[in-house]
């Protein structure tokens, strides 16, 4: 009786930790937990040569276990810091309307400079280049201990100013799913799809679709490294062609 007591004491306080853990691994469904931080950082480039680089920052914090916001910018530089820029900066709201079982579903919505705070060769916020949008989206999945699966699809809205709802506004709408495997509790892998369309002041039927693939690991909890590669097709030109140069990039998460 005596073993059959501690034991089921002892799987009581695992089961507590389990559920108290705060796990940021790069899964597409993460959430942060009310009164938790969580920042991931990137640098990336798109270019064969790797001269073109982009250093994104997402910084986040858990109102609730239900309800985050965030902000989100990034740096760039071409040819060897010949030229670079501050290209967005947005504030975001996700709000998980659904959370049963191994099903998750959010809502979300933005709002912030999404071309232009300081762009290459200009004066801060330059009235021609600088471009402002609005973003509503959801995301959903169904997430186990070993793998997820999620989709999205979102919408933005943007204009040379923050309320420009005229016709003369470009509205960007994105798709796709994202999935991870968890090889054990050190490392998993992590691959996605998206397509891209844009209808507004842009070539006619233009759009894109990006593939990626990446591997994370993670140091403990509350923190991981990752590194991806992408590619992808674009149809800015009328005709579908192979995206010009491969991505890669490699990105830090913690969760404080």
């Known amino acids: 009786m005596k073993k059959i007591a501690l034991t089921s004491l002892l799987a009581v306080f695992a089961a507590a930790g389990a559920n108290a853990a705060n796990v940021i691994d790069g899964n597409p469904l993460y959430m942060p937990r009310a009164g938790h931080f969580y920042s991931e950082t990137a640098l990336d480039s798109r270019s064969n040569a790797g001269e073109d680089w982009t250093l994104a920052e997402e910084f986040g914090y858990g109102i609730t276990d239900l309800l985050a916001v965030n902000v989100k910018t990034s740096l760039s530089e071409v040819d060897s810091f010949d030229a670079y820029s501050w290209n967005d900066l947005s504030f975001g709201l996700t709000a998980r309307v659904l959370q049963q079982g191994a099903w998750r579903a959010d809502v979300y919505g933005g709002y912030g400079i999404v071309e232009g705070v300081w762009p290459y060769h200009a004066p801060f916020l330059a009235e021609e280049d600088t471009f402002y949008g609005w973003t509503v989206g959801v995301r959903g999945g169904y997430m186990t201990s070993m793998w997820t699966v999620a989709g999205h699809f979102d919408f933005t809205y943007t204009g040379a100013e923050s309320f420009d709802w005229g016709d003369a506004g470009i509205r960007t709408f994105r798709a796709g799913v994202d999935g991870q495997y968890l090889i054990d509790s050190d490392w998993n892998l992590v691959a996605g799809v998206e397509y891209t369309g844009l209808d507004g002041e842009v070539p006619e039927n233009s759009g ?29 030109t009328g005709d579908w062609e192979w995206a010009d140069g491969v991505g890669y990039g490699i990105k830090f998460g913690i969760d404080f």
């Open 208 to 236: 894109s679709w990006t593939g990626t693939f990446g591997v994370n690991y993670n140091i403990d909890e509350t923190k991981y490294i990752g590194a991806w590669i992408s590619g992808g097709l674009s149809h800015a």
